[in-house]
């Protein structure tokens, strides 16, 4: 899980003195200054080996104490490289993880194809009265490095989503996996029991969504809901006149983690969390209809935790703006927009 905030104040947090704890003490980051820009994949197919690093730790002892770390970044590419944006986090001796990764920027390193740049990080802590304070900086011993941005002279600018395949799903706390599955054969033999968490009354989507039936007995009609078993039978329904986004979320986290992915079973407060976006700039907000396995509607209007590693899934019907099929469309995930730009068959 990414996280911008300064591991090193995440550390101070955890300081303690006698079983006293203290508010985050002040960390002197001797570093890159701070700024940043964006990226494409075609650059860099394997960034692992087209862009090395080497790095050590030199411990100095001057009155509370500091690390240094020494970073030297080989650009094994044919691109020069105008600025650079990565992510640290330390490690014991053990190879444990001891802290979040943090966020550095250089705007001013620029690496030209096949050279070398060297960085000097240095890591500063305090005492309180003169004690030493145990801190995590006495624990680390190795370091992760990874890529987060990488601006080419080109002004092309490489995304993390770019250069690293695996985190192209990530979102926060979240793995999002998202697909248009209109006219899709889904090969789903299990039996969900949909149940309609939200819904639009005016909407084309609720109108395919509910069936005439005959009361003969009042010799009158009345509307029943469909009942959706299949992931199939939502499409064989909502394909020619709607939109169908199949949404499986994933918490990554250590942490349970509470969310309301139906925003409209609120009070309207909260934004969508899914927007998308037609190749003719239609944008389509809320989701006329939103179907959840049986059991899940707590947790999808974040009523209930999802545990860690826990997955489930969301199905989401927009009404086609105007009868229009679009060729592409984009999605955007909390605003971000989502790494894939999706091409739907049968358009019109």
């Given amino acids: 899980m990414l996280k911008s905030v300064s591991f090193f104040y995440q550390l101070a947090k955890r300081d303690n003195y006698m079983g006293m704890r203290f508010a ?12 940043v820009p964006a990226f494409a994949n075609q650059y860099f197919p394997n960034i692992d080996e087209d862009l090395s690093y080497e790095y050590s ?5 001057i009155v509370a104490g500091e690390r240094v770390l020494n970073i030297n970044i080989s650009n094994n590419t044919d691109n020069n490289i105008k600025a650079m944006e990565f992510e640290i986090r330390l490690k014991s001796a053990f190879g444990d993880v001891i802290s979040d990764w943090s966020i550095f920027v250089d705007p001013d390193l620029q690496i030209p194809a096949h050279t070398s740049k060297s960085l000097t990080l240095t890591l500063t802590k305090r005492s309180i009265f003169g004690a030493k304070l145990e801190n995590v900086l006495d624990q680390a011993k190795y370091i992760d490095l990874r890529y987060k941005r990488i601006l080419l002279d080109n002004d092309a600018l490489l995304s993390q ?23 899709k054969k889904i090969n789903d033999p299990k039996k969900y029991s949909f149940f309609q968490a939200t819904y639009s009354e005016s909407s084309i989507a609720y109108d395919l969504s509910v069936l005439k039936r005959k009361d003969e007995s009042k010799r009158q009609y009345f509307d029943e809901r469909r009942k959706f078993d299949y992931i199939d039978q939502i499409v064989d329904i909502f394909s020619k006149d709607c939109l169908i986004l199949l949404a499986k979320i994933t918490n990554i986290s250590k942490e349970p983690q509470e969310k309301d992915w139906l925003p409209s079973s609120g009070y309207g407060l909260e934004p969508p969390v899914f927007i998308l976006v037609d190749d003719k700039d239609n944008q389509y907000n809320q989701p006329s209809l939103a179907y959840t396995p049986s059991g899940w509607w707590r947790i999808a209007t974040g009523r209930q935790v999802l545990c860690p590693d826990v997955t ?11 009868g229009y099929t679009p060729k592409k469309l984009k999605v955007y995930v909390d605003e971000q927009e989502y790494y894939k730009t999706f091409l739907l068959t049968n358009a019109k």
């Avoid at 770019?162 to 799903?169: V, W």
């Avoid at 990530?170 to 209109?182: A, M, S, T």
């Fill in 161 to 183: 989503r770019d250069l690293y395949p695996e985190l192209s799903y990530n979102y926060g706390p979240f793995k999002i996996e998202l697909d248009i599955i209109n006219n």
């Fill in 57 to 61: 730790f030199s411990q100095k002892y």
């Fill in 312 to 322: 489930f899934f969301i199905i989401y019907v927009f009404d086609k703006i105007d």
């Fill in 24 to 35: 985050p003490l002040p960390l002197l980051l001797l570093l890159i200054c701070l700024s």
